[in-house]
């Protein structure tokens, strides 16, 4: 069977694709701002529960999904230097 983490991981990217396909007037970004807040405590559940190694594979699912704000981290903290 299946780990409950793992479904509820499956059921957010699911979510995260079905809100991409509505229109949005400002970019999906308060959408992207809750899915980060509902994504942040299954990917530390997925890794508690399946390991790192599932947990590193989640994130780079999640990023992959959330790319915009994770390119405009990117760019935010190579500004810095």
């Not at 299946?2 to 699911?14: E, T």
């Not at 809750?34 to 990023?63: D, E, K, N, R, S």
Request: with cysteine.
């Amino acid at each position: 069977m299946m780990p409950i983490s793992l479904i509820l991981a499956f059921l957010w990217a699911i979510l995260a694709n079905v809100i991409a396909m509505f229109p949005s007037r400002d970019r999906h970004w308060t959408n992207a701002y809750l899915l980060i807040a509902i994504g942040v405590p299954i990917l530390g559940f997925v890794t508690y529960q399946t390991g790192p190694v599932a947990g590193l594979l989640c994130l780079v699912a999640a990023m992959s999904v959330l790319r915009w704000p994770m390119i405009r981290l990117w760019r935010l903290v190579s500004r810095r230097r």
